[in-house]
């Protein structure tokens, strides 16, 4: 498996771009299927998981050609109601499919993504907006097999909790259903209007994207469109944070810093000074890092939860001590016991973490264990005294398009040991397109 080698201790400087948002182009990839033509997709970023979502429209039958950061998808051949059990469970939130599939095909027949690395995650949400659109769907085995006879139908869908991908799967749903759809406590996440911006530019009638009460009338036929896709504002944070662990000074360019409203005033809490442009934001950082005070996770525009783990990587050597507490997964701090494998002095409590800080940490073999806590790891090698290896890298490929030469290109000494990683994800796009 592919290894990241850090050697700690370099000053991160210069400027860096910004790609397009994982958490945006999943969800339109998905919404590209209702519509009866050609979408083209721009400023995609090269992930494992858009490689993955790419593979699942071919999967259902839609062509999909990609030219540097843009993607175009025809689904005009797009018949599929199957998506093969391989590529779900290697992509959990393949599950945003299942709005779209039933929408255009009637039928939609996929595995239920499992436990992950961040705790369960459950579709019940999902499942039952969709029944009340009028979908039927048994859930055995493991399996969701959801049938729609004739056309989804509008309905008042109230969510009892916020969930991100449920409130994309009923506006996707809803966008080519027969009548209008209320979402009540919908996600308000720049993900949620950036899918609700691609589906009103293919002719979808909603108003209320980013707030929490969203109305979709729903419209017989949709046609494909030209979409950019925003800027992926969790790498954003990431990348700032990673001038703040090396003392470093760091310019990002093609940012939404409105996006970043909850984050900003964290990171000039621990002492960076930041300068925000209208699409750049600034950071240099002043010395050691000062601890926060208690950072809890919310919603939109609370401060997100994929950005709690790079966060404690800074704490970890910041002067002082700081709670946190995750509110959105159940099991999300399982990067700190790697982190305290590096030296730093993380207790954590159930949904509960202090982190007391240490004035370095030092190298260390350790394992990304997900998405954002191998990001929290590499940060922490950045900083640590030493050479750091981590493994599972595949976990941060899903996310960060990279992040060995992004990092490289600040001045960091970061390499990836094999790119076998490359040749098991072809193995496995290639098995699952042969079932
Ligand atoms: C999206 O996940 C993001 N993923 C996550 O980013 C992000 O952390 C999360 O939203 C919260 O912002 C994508 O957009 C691909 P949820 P999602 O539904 O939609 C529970 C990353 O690192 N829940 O908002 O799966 C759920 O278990 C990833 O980029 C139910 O109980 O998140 C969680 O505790 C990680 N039943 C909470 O709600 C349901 O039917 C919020 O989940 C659905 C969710």
Not at 106 to 128: E, F, T
Not at 269 to 298: D, F, M, N, Q
């Amino acid at each position: 498996m592919a290894k990241l080698i850090i050697r700690g201790g370099n000053r991160l400087e210069g400027v860096m771009r910004i790609c397009g948002a994982k958490n945006s182009v999943l969800p339109i990839l998905a919404a590209s299927l209702l519509v009866s033509e050609k979408s083209v997709l721009q400023n995609c970023p090269a992930l494992s998981d858009v490689r993955l979502a790419s593979e699942i429209l071919r999967r259902l039958g839609c062509t999909v050609e990609r030219e540097e950061d843009r993607i175009t998808i025809d689904p005009a051949h797009a018949d599929g109601t199957v998506i093969p059990e391989k590529l779900m469970s290697e992509m959990r939130s393949s599950i945003i499919f299942l709005g779209a599939m039933a929408a255009r095909n009637g039928r939609a027949v996929l595995s239920a993504p499992g436990g992950c690395d961040l705790g369960p995650r459950p579709i019940d949400l999902h499942l039952a907006a969709l029944r009340k659109m009028g979908a039927e769907i048994v859930e055995e085995g493991g399996i969701v097999d959801c049938r729609v006879n004739g056309r989804l139908h509008g309905a008042e869908i109230r969510f009892p909790f916020v969930s991100v991908g449920a409130t994309e799967n009923v506006l996707i749903a809803a966008a080519a259903a027969d009548g209008a759809t209320r979402i009540l406590n919908a996600a308000c996440e720049p993900e949620i209007c950036d899918l609700a911006q691609f589906l009103i530019r293919c002719g979808a009638r909603i108003t209320g994207a980013g707030t929490s009460r969203i109305i979709v009338e729903g419209v017989r036929k949709l046609h494909g469109c030209e979409h950019r896709v925003i800027p992926d504002r969790i790498a954003a944070a990431t990348y700032l944070l990673a001038a703040s662990v090396t003392g470093g000074d760091i310019t990002l360019s093609d940012v939404e810093p409105q996006q970043l409203s909850a984050v900003l005033p964290r990171l000039q809490e621990t002492g960076c000074e930041l300068s925000v442009g209208s699409r750049r934001i600034r950071v240099r950082a002043k010395g050691r890092p000062k601890a926060l005070s208690p950072l809890v996770t919310a919603p939109y525009p609370g401060f997100p939860t994929d950005a709690q783990a790079p966060f404690m990587a800074l704490c970890c050597i910041a002067d002082g001590t700081t709670a946190f507490e995750e509110t959105i997964f159940r099991n999300r701090f399982r990067h700190a016991a790697e982190l305290n494998r590096m030296g730093a002095e993380i207790g954590v409590t159930g949904q509960s973490a202090v982190v007391k800080g240490v004035p370095f940490l030092h190298g260390a073999r350790v394992s990304a264990t997900d998405l954002r806590g191998g990001a929290a790891l590499v940060l922490a090698a950045l900083s640590a005294e030493g050479e750091t290896e981590i493994s599972q890298v595949h976990h941060i490929d899903r996310g960060y398009e990279s992040m060995e030469c992004a990092l490289s290109s600040l001045g960091a000494s970061a390499v990836r040991t094999e790119t076998w990683q490359i040749k098991e994800e072809n193995r496995i796009i290639r098995t699952a397109f042969a079932m």
